[in-house]
């Protein structure tokens, strides 16, 4: 099991670039999640899904795009890029039921010029 | 809405000292209670949980009670070590929140031979 896997590690773009963060599990979770960490800030969830065709806002979403065509994938889209998008991704999955342990991938590190 | 607050860090401790962190939430209903710790460069592990009041977690010498009259999950280990050196996040899930966790600020520990 590779568990939660996110791509890329590392990113900078330009203000007003879009790009796409990858995040895929292998163990056929329901449910996922797109968090953003910021110092002093713990983890904000952006946006999550409760399963393939089905996703939702969470307390951070406006900027970020996420769809969920598969239960393995759940990629989160950046339209146009700007510096207080400057962050930590991290993408989680779990079972689903609130007191079930989420699992969270290596995140990726997004700068913003 | 939901809430959790940790106390301020960041923490420094010297080997073999005890540990605690405070934790208090706000929540709706019989929420779900985490920690999680992540170390450096890597995404968030799960600690411990406890799923309804008066439940203990407990993992690698470290536990938290689940206090529903004073709305706390402190976290505490009676001596660390200098792999304990990490940054700890409170959570909460709520019962109807699927995937959807709420997360303290996080407190830094630092832990000295």
């Known amino acids: 099991n590779a568990g939660v896997t996110q791509t890329p590690k590392f990113q900078v773009l330009k203000t007003g670039q879009s790009m796409t963060l990858q995040c895929a599990q292998d163990m056929n979770h329901e449910y996922m999640s797109w968090y953003r960490q910021d110092p002093g800030m713990g983890l904000r969830l952006i946006h999550y899904s409760v399963g393939a065709g089905i996703t939702d806002q969470g307390e951070v979403p406006n900027g970020y795009n996420v769809s969920r065509s598969t239960t393995e994938d759940f990629p989160l889209r950046l339209l146009s890029a700007a510096p207080s998008q400057t962050s930590v991704y991290f993408c989680?999955?779990?079972?689903?039921?609130?007191?079930?342990?989420?699992?969270f991938g290596p995140g990726t590190r997004l700068t913003v010029l | 809405g939901n809430s959790v607050t940790q106390m301020e860090g960041p923490v420094t401790l010297s080997e073999e000292a005890f540990l605690t962190i405070n934790c208090t939430y706000t929540?709706?209903?019989?929420?779900?209670l985490f920690w999680y710790v992540q170390y450096p460069g890597e995404g968030l592990q799960l600690l411990l949980k406890?799923?309804?009041?008066?439940d203990k977690g407990s993992n690698k010498g470290f536990e938290a009670t689940y206090r529903k009259e004073t709305t706390s999950f402190h976290l505490e280990k009676g001596s660390v070590q200098v792999s304990d050196s990490a940054v700890y996040f409170c959570a909460l899930a709520g019962g109807t929140s699927y995937g959807k966790l709420t997360f303290g600020q996080g407190t830094i520990l630092t832990v000295h031979p």
């Open positions: 929540a709706t209903g019989y929420p779900s």
């Open positions: 989680a999955s779990s079972y689903g039921a609130s007191g079930n342990e989420q699992f």
């Open positions: 406890a799923t309804k009041a008066d």
